[in-house]
């Protein structure tokens, strides 16, 4: 079984600032993580993966996440935040115990950018 | 870089139709995926497919939800009679290797009426 709780469903942060968004997992097998954003009525587009090489991992647009085992956690940070970063984020967790991977999406955290 | 794709992009049909969407995976990839978004909602699995058969499906895939890859390129999801609360923006997945990335489509936004 595996589950993905997304702790925030809102963060709202002024343009220049960090930005932290954050990601707790639970799952029976060595889990891959997953960060997607999704921009107002677009698709999904990864910003970066875990998959059981380096534990901080870098992904596009200067966002970077850090696979913590003992605290289950995955947080997405950014150093300073964009205007175009307003978005929907989610945060996924991968199986390995089906024939096919399925992915679990957490709920959805809504990053709200101020001027 | 290579992509999925989805057809079309939006779908409007009225309650009762029966609707196929279509995806077209990356090319030598192994494992297919449809998910769905309910307006405001998180994303959910519906089915995964692997080998020409369904591998695992959610409790959302009933009986009115089949899926196929009829030529070996296009995977399809098809609703019998759609229903109102099928509205949803609908999204294929491929993989390459189980476990590694999957790579999602822009979506169908299906709005049933």
């Known amino acids: 079984a595996q589950s993905v709780t997304q702790l925030d469903s809102h963060v709202s942060v002024s343009e220049g600032t960090p930005v932290l968004l954050r990601c707790n997992y639970s799952s029976s097998y060595s889990p891959s993580l ?19 090489a380096a534990t901080l991992v870098k992904g596009i647009n200067g966002f970077e996440a850090e696979f913590k ?5 995955f947080h997405l940070t950014k150093p300073s935040a964009h205007m175009s970063d307003a978005a929907e984020y989610f945060c996924v ?21 101020k001027p | 870089e290579p992509e999925v794709t989805q057809t079309p992009s939006h779908q ?11 995806c077209v995976p990356i090319s030598n990839h192994l494992y297919f995926y449809w998910y769905r978004q309910i307006l405001g909602q998180k994303v959910e699995f519906l089915v995964s497919f692997y080998n020409n058969e369904i591998s695992e499906k959610s409790e959302i895939f009933d009986d009115q939800f089949s899926v196929e890859r009829p030529d070996g390129s296009n ?15 609908y999204f294929c997945a491929s993989e390459g290797e189980r476990n590694t990335e999957a790579f999602f489509g822009q979506g169908t936004r299906l709005t049933v009426v």
């Open chain 1, 93 to 113: 967790v991968s199986a390995l115990n089906t024939n096919a991977g399925k992915s679990t999406f957490g709920d959805g955290t809504t990053l709200t950018v």
């Open chain 2, 75 to 89: 995977f399809t999801l098809k609703i019998r009679s759609t229903k109102l609360e099928d509205s949803a923006m």
């Open chain 2, 12 to 22: 409007v049909t009225q309650m009762g139709q029966e609707v196929i969407l279509r």
């Open chain 1, 69 to 73: 085992k003992s605290e289950t956690s």
């Open chain 1, 34 to 52: 997953f960060w997607y954003v999704q921009h107002p009525n677009k698709g999904l587009q990864l910003l970066l993966k875990y998959t059981s």
